[in-house]
């Protein structure tokens, strides 16, 4: 399952809200470190989130995890969404868009380079498509957090008060976690 959200951050590098509407960034300008500023001085980071399931090599679920892909990697989060929108398989009713919950993706990475700084970066590519004859309890699994998380607000439960912060948020500790 992927998604994005955009999260707004104050310069001692504390996020402070989650935007959810891409509206926000008609009020930001671009600065010279190429950054989206807010009149106030925060800037806004495009940050592509990606909620996957680490699979073992027979597609058993080893664990869940979140990937963000943010600043020179955003691109490939664009290419990802693109590319599990975009696959097609054929149905007893013609082609079809398999669920994402369904796909699945090989992801490394590889060193990456512009002028003098190097960096880490995602690659992404397509594998398979999981069957319910062969994947049933990983497809049950899969599409349950799905469902899960399109019927909950997972980033709107996130607090960035400054209490909350300096409390450590004991809220969410007594919140069951979404995945």
Do not use: C
């Amino acid at each position: 399952m992927s998604g994005k959200i955009r999260v707004k951050v104050q310069e001692a590098g504390r996020p402070v809200k989650i935007h959810t509407d891409p509206a926000v960034m008609s009020e930001t300008k671009r600065d010279m470190d190429g950054k989206d500023r807010l009149p106030n001085g925060n800037y806004v980071e495009d940050t592509g989130n990606h909620f996957i399931y680490i699979l073992d090599e027979n597609y058993n679920v080893v664990e869940q995890a979140l990937l963000t892909m943010k600043s020179t990697q955003k691109k490939k989060s664009k290419m990802w969404n693109s590319m599990i929108g975009s696959r097609r398989v054929k149905g007893k009713n013609g082609f079809y868009n398999p669920p994402s919950f369904s796909q699945v993706y090989k992801i490394s990475t590889t060193k990456e380079s512009k002028g003098d700084y190097t960096w880490s970066g995602w690659v992404v590519e397509f594998v398979d498509i999981m069957s319910p004859d062969k994947h049933l309890k990983t497809l049950e699994a899969t599409q349950g957090f799905y469902k899960s998380a399109m019927t909950s607000d997972i980033f709107g439960k996130v607090d960035f008060s400054s209490e909350t912060q300096a409390q450590g948020n004991n809220q969410a500790s007594k919140e069951t976690v979404p995945f």
